[in-house]
T-cell receptor, first 112, second 115 residues
Framework: KQEVTQIPAALSVPEGENLVLNCSFT??????LQWFRQDPGKGLTSLLL?????REQTSGRLNASLDKSSGRSTLYIAASQPGDSATYLC???????????FGSGTQLTVLP | ETGVTQSPTHLIKTRGQQVTLRCSSQ?????VSWYQQALGQGPQFIFQ???????GRGNFPPRFSGLQFPNYSSELNVNALELDDSALYLC??????????????FGPGTRLTVL
């Protein structure tokens, strides 16, 4: 059974800092890994998708890496802004339906 | 291009009742997955529909059932509601679960409260 863990559960940083969110998964037989952002009471916004054959993906100030063999991914956010405050969820696609298994998220607060 | 839409936005039911939630997939997407997100937790996979057939199911009882229509929209039905069914229900669509990156795009969710 696939299990996903995200550390830390919560993080508070001053504006402008660079930060790293961590995600680990137990079964390396994945198709891809997605990072999502969720604002309170809202749906999920896809930030980055890394296919199992890739090592990293970049979008603007975001960079995600994947080490499938060790079951780890990191999301790097450069020059954080108050608008980045949200919960960040990591999810891996595995199983016959390629369903997503999610971590519990990291709640990020960027202080002005 | 229209994104994933869900209705209703909020719903309040009492224990024992039945509920139907609806989802319209993103244009061109033939696969719909449903997830349940309890407060403070990550979403959990309920089931997936591909071309009108159930394609996979998570650890949810049979009182959770679904449908997918020829236009790829989908319904989630929950019978005999329990208090623990209170959650945000999320629908995600993707293009063909067997090929390509299978990136899933999520709707805004339906907040279900069971009293």
């Amino acid at each position: 059974k696939q299990e996903v863990t995200q550390i830390p559960a919560a993080l508070s940083v001053p504006e402008g800092e660079n930060l790293v969110l961590n995600c680990s998964f137990t079964d390396s037989a994945i198709y891809n890994l997605q990072w999502f952002r969720q604002d309170p009471g809202k749906g999920l916004t896809s930030l980055l998708l890394i296919q199992s054959s890739q090592r990293e993906q970049t979008s603007g100030r975001l960079n995600a890496s994947l080490d499938k063999s060790s079951g780890r991914s990191t999301l790097y956010i450069a020059a954080s802004q108050p608008g980045d405050s949200a919960t960040y969820l990591c999810a891996v696609s595995s199983g016959s339906a390629r369903q997503l298994t999610f971590g519990s998220g990291t709640q990020l607060t960027v202080l002005p | 291009e229209t994104g994933v839409t869900q209705s209703p936005t909020h719903l309040i039911k009492t224990r024992g009742q039945q509920v139907t939630l609806r989802c319209s997939s993103q244009s061109g997407h033939n696969t719909v997955s449903w997830y349940q997100q309890a407060l403070g937790q990550g979403p959990q996979f309920i089931f997936q529909y591909y071309r009108e057939e159930e394609n996979g199911r998570g650890n949810f009882p049979p009182r959770f059932s679904g449908l997918q229509f020829p236009n790829y929209s989908s319904e989630l039905n929950v019978n005999a509601l329990e208090l623990d069914d209170s959650a945000l229900y999320l629908c995600a669509s993707s293009l063909g679960f067997r090929t390509g990156p299978n990136e899933q795009f999520f709707g805004p969710g339906t907040r279900l409260t069971v009293l």
